[in-house]
């Protein structure tokens, strides 16, 4: 099993200034256990040479294929290397520090449950 517990999933799509807003924003949580699979669905056109960032980001650039194919292969991605959680956001969220330990408690703390959202 990966180390790291949750494989943040993100898709990329268009306007990287929103997209680096949400990177940024994972740089505060309180919970560093996890990393991130950023798929750019804009061809490449996407740079993360603006940011240094403490998590590690498995990055893919392809042929837009779309949200819902890009999102299944993050859950494929998720399932091979042995995260135990995925967190899907959008690439215009911007998460408060203690969202990923919230939600990660409760999922401890509640086994039955497969899936758990924050309110926005």
């Known amino acids: 099993m990966n180390a790291t517990k949750v494989l943040i999933i993100i898709i990329h799509w268009g306007e990287p200034e929103k997209t680096l807003a949400c990177l940024d924003s994972l740089e505060n949580l309180d919970n560093n256990d996890f990393s991130i699979f950023l798929l750019d669905n804009t061809r490449g056109e996407f740079s993360l040479d603006s940011g240094n960032y403490a998590f590690s980001i498995h990055r893919e650039n392809e042929e837009n294929i779309g949200y819902t194919a890009g999102v299944n ?36 703390s509640n086994r039955r449950y497969g899936a758990v959202s924050p309110s926005l």
């Open 73 to 108: 292969k993050g859950f494929a991605f998720a399932k091979e290397t042995g995260y135990q959680y995925v967190w899907l956001l959008n690439n215009d969220t911007v998460v408060e520090p203690d969202s990923l330990t919230i939600l990660v408690d409760f999922m401890k």
